[in-house]
Nanobody
Framework: VQLQASGGGLAQIGGSLRLSCAAS????????MGWVRQAPGEEREFVAS????????HYGDSVKGRFTISREGAENTVYLQMSSLKLEDTGTYSC????????????????WGQGTLVTVSS
């Protein structure tokens, strides 16, 4: 299984970006998926997760109310809509997947994408 993240780039404070995570196979409905980010010199931070059926969604405290994770039933893709961006949202965002939702929440998913860089500027 391969995960390909895209959609990163440069945004201004208060702006929006949408990240996509495409799976190499039609696994979206068989695994739980999530996003993790890492800023330079910082530890990885849990951002959001969505269960295989979409009936469970969780967000990190720092992004609640601003970010939305979703998945398209007919596509191999999970999205992360980021709004009201802040400087502290800057970092490399990676998507992850696992058959265990608990592992995704713990940032211990078995599968990882290569990451996409998000830079928020003033």
């Amino acid at each position: 299984v391969q995960l390909q993240a895209s959609g990163g780039g440069l945004a201004q404070i208060g702006g929006s970006l949408r990240l996509s995570c495409a799976a190499s196979e039609r696994i979206v409905r068989t695994v739980d998926m999530g996003w993790v980010r890492q800023a330079p010199g910082e530890e990885r931070e849990f951002v959001a997760s969505i269960s295989k059926l979409g009936d469970a969604i969780h967000y990190g405290d720092s992004v609640k109310g601003r970010f939305t994770i979703s998945r398209e039933g007919a596509e191999n893709t999970v999205y992360l809509q980021m709004s009201s961006l802040k400087l502290e949202d800057t970092g490399t965002y990676s998507c992850t997947a696992d058959i265990s939702y608990r592992k995704v929440l713990a940032k211990k998913g078995a599968y990882w994408g290569q990451g996409t860089l998000v830079t928020v500027s003033s």
